[in-house]
């Protein structure tokens, strides 16, 4: 079955009283009322995207936090990469 939010496959979550369908993608579940014109993509940012939108210290943050790394070393590469 796809999501007719975003068109992913759904999968079955066999962990409620009923079995329900649900996309692991945009979060859409069976049952659930969504706006129409609203789809999920238009809001599905990549990580690229999200940061070209941030300053350097939210940039350090983020990478920092992700990928579990001291933020002085995130700013170090930064500080070189832009030499």
């Known amino acids: 079955m796809k999501c007719p939010r975003c068109g992913s496959e759904m999968y079955v979550d066999s ?12 979060g859409y579940i069976e049952g659930r009322s969504y706006d129409e014109g609203d789809s999920a993509m238009d809001h599905k940012l990549t990580n690229f995207e999200r940061m070209r939108s941030m300053n350097q210290n939210e940039v350090i943050a983020f990478i920092a936090g992700g990928m579990n790394i001291d933020p002085r070393l995130v700013s170090t590469w930064l500080a070189e990469s832009h030499s």
């Open 15 to 26: 962990h409620r009283k009923y079995d329900l369908h649900m996309c692991y993608d945009c």
